[in-house]
């Protein structure tokens, strides 16, 4: 890229790169200024979405808002159909569509460097299990663990009489990838996957 385009309160706005001119950026500038008019007009004006889950290998959101050019190559990309179009046209996981095999085919066709192959882990994500979940309630379920496949989650046996005997699922944190396997598999939706760094370290 010939110059560093950022987010500003929604709008974005165009930094000179090193050794570049004034006029050359305010040009730059107004040629990004009439693509995103353009796409104003079809499409509303820009709002990237505050708690979407990023495709793998994203930078952090403001980096990633700011190059991402909402093309659509990596959702065409994706063979398990996980990346879809959210809020203002950018990419996004659902995790109910599917698991991320790290493939690094979104990775490899992301012309706008919005992804990094630096970005490590790819997906720095977790699964939080609600209160809904089935064994909870009493009820015998480990659905969750057979979409696992790193066996990251765990059903060790509850000896205490509160527990009713039913396994309860555990998280060994080490062990998961982030890939979102866990999810589709749930009958309840119980399984949210939420970025790690919003997690307490015991949940993280
Ligand atoms: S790594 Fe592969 S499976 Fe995962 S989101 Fe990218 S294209 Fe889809
Ligand atoms: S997100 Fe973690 S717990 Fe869920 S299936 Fe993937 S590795 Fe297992
Ligand atoms: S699949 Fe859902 S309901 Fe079943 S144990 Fe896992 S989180 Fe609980």
């Given at each position: 890229m010939p110059h560093d385009t950022v987010l500003n309160g929604g709008e974005r706005e165009t930094k000179p790169a090193d050794g570049q001119t004034s006029s050359a950026v305010q040009n730059s500038h107004q040629s990004t200024s009439t693509v995103i008019s353009r796409r104003h007009l079809l499409r509303g004006r820009i709002k990237p979405p505050a708690d979407a889950l990023l495709?793998?290998?994203?930078?952090?959101p403001t980096l990633f808002y700011s190059r991402?050019?909402?093309?659509?190559a990596c959702i065409t990309a994706c063979p398990e159909r996980l990346i879809v179009r959210g809020d203002g046209g950018f990419p996004q996981i659902d995790f109910r569509q599917g698991e991320c095999d790290f493939c690094r085919k979104c990775l490899e066709i992301c012309e706008d460097h919005a992804?990094?192959?630096?970005?490590?882990?790819p997906l720095p994500l977790r699964p939080v299990i609600a209160d809904n979940c089935l064994p909870k309630r009493g009820v015998a379920c480990q659905s969750c663990r057979d979409g696992c496949e790193p066996m990251a989650l765990r059903f060790p046996p509850?000896?205490?009489s509160g527990g009713r005997g039913i396994a309860l699922p555990q998280l060994e944190s080490d062990l998961?990838?982030?890939?979102?396997?866990?999810?589709?598999?749930c009958p309840v939706g119980a399984i949210t996957m939420v970025p790690?760094?919003?997690?307490t370290p015991e949940g993280a």
């Amino acid at each position: 890229m010939p110059h560093d385009t950022v987010l500003n309160g929604g709008e974005r706005e165009t930094k000179p790169a090193d050794g570049q001119t004034s006029s050359a950026v305010q040009n730059s500038h107004q040629s990004t200024s009439t693509v995103i008019s353009r796409r104003h007009l079809l499409r509303g004006r820009i709002k990237p979405p505050a708690d979407a889950l990023l495709p793998p290998w994203s930078h952090p959101p403001t980096l990633f808002y700011s190059r991402c050019s909402r093309c659509d190559a990596c959702i065409t990309a994706c063979p398990e159909r996980l990346i879809v179009r959210g809020d203002g046209g950018f990419p996004q996981i659902d995790f109910r569509q599917g698991e991320c095999d790290f493939c690094r085919k979104c990775l490899e066709i992301c012309e706008d460097h919005a992804l990094s192959g630096e970005v490590n882990p790819p997906l720095p994500l977790r699964p939080v299990i609600a209160d809904n979940c089935l064994p909870k309630r009493g009820v015998a379920c480990q659905s969750c663990r057979d979409g696992c496949e790193p066996m990251a989650l765990r059903f060790p046996p509850q000896l205490s009489s509160g527990g009713r005997g039913i396994a309860l699922p555990q998280l060994e944190s080490d062990l998961c990838s982030g890939c979102g396997g866990c999810v589709a598999p749930c009958p309840v939706g119980a399984i949210t996957m939420v970025p790690k760094a919003n997690l307490t370290p015991e949940g993280a």
